[in-house]
């Protein structure tokens, strides 16, 4: 049962393009949104995050949305750079507790 | 400041062997987490401890694979004995208040490949 989806495994931009990447979640009670970047041989590193209060989050060139109705985020990079290639992974969170519970990773790549 | 640290980065063993990590989380912070990433999947949370204590161990193997934190700062998790689907990265990390909703730092991971 996989409460967080990431349905696309990769994802080629063109360099100074936006870069969206999908997450669709189906546990209602998921409150908190993380989106963690991992580069090769090292760990998960955060990027961004949203609250369900909000339907939006900016920091910089990363923008993440929140579509409650929908059970959907998206995280946009604009511009996208070369260093932005990497996994990325959408993370959600329920009240109760803090656990995360991840999705399957998307891979950016960005052609210079 | 220091991130959060583990050992060792690889391990080889062969299925119904032992094998054990270890995990230095951040200073200060009180939540650690042990997390299994198989190839092609995110982390999933194995234990999660505040201080010295399990917070939740839903997902633990309990026949096979074990972890501690005795004096509620680095901690080890184990496996025995390892079979071949426990082939993985084990990935820890930490936090400092999760009922803030503070960011999980990681670790770099340790692979593991069971033969």
């Known amino acids: 049962d996989q409460q967080v989806k990431q349905n696309s495994p990769s994802l080629s931009v063109q360099e100074g393009r936006i870069s969206i990447l999908n997450c669709d979640y189906t546990?209602?009670?998921?409150?908190?949104f993380l989106w963690y970047k991992k580069y090769p041989a090292e760990g998960p590193t955060f990027l961004i995050s949203i609250s369900s209060i909000k339907d939006k989050n900016e920091d910089g060139r990363f923008t993440v949305f929140l579509n409650k109705s929908a059970k959907h985020l998206s995280l946009h990079i604009v511009p996208s750079q070369p260093g932005d290639s990497a996994v990325y992974f959408c993370?959600?969170?329920?009240?109760?507790?803090?656990?995360?519970?991840f999705g399957t990773g998307t891979r950016l790549t960005i052609i210079p | 400041e220091a991130g959060v640290a583990q050992s060792p980065r690889y391990k080889i063993i062969e299925k119904r062997q032992s094998v054990a990590f270890w995990c230095n989380p951040i200073?200060?912070?009180?939540?650690l987490y042990w997390y299994q990433q198989i190839l092609g999947q995110g982390p999933k949370l194995l234990i999660q401890?505040?201080?010295?204590?399990?917070?939740?161990d839903s997902q633990l193997p309990k026949d096979r694979f074990s972890a501690e934190r005795l004096k509620g700062v680095d901690s080890t998790l184990k496996i025995q004995p390892a079979k071949l689907e426990d082939s993985a990265v084990y990935l820890c990390?930490?936090?400092?208040?999760?009922?803030?909703?503070?960011?999980?730092?990681f670790g770099a991971g340790t692979r593991l490949s069971v033969l």
């Open positions: 990390a930490s936090s400092l208040d999760p009922a803030a909703k503070n960011i999980q730092y």
């Open positions: 200073s200060g912070h009180a939540t």
């Open positions: 993370a959600a969170s329920a009240k109760s507790n803090e656990k995360l519970t």
């Open positions: 546990n209602s009670m998921f409150d908190y």
């Open positions: 401890f505040q201080n010295n204590g399990v917070v939740d």
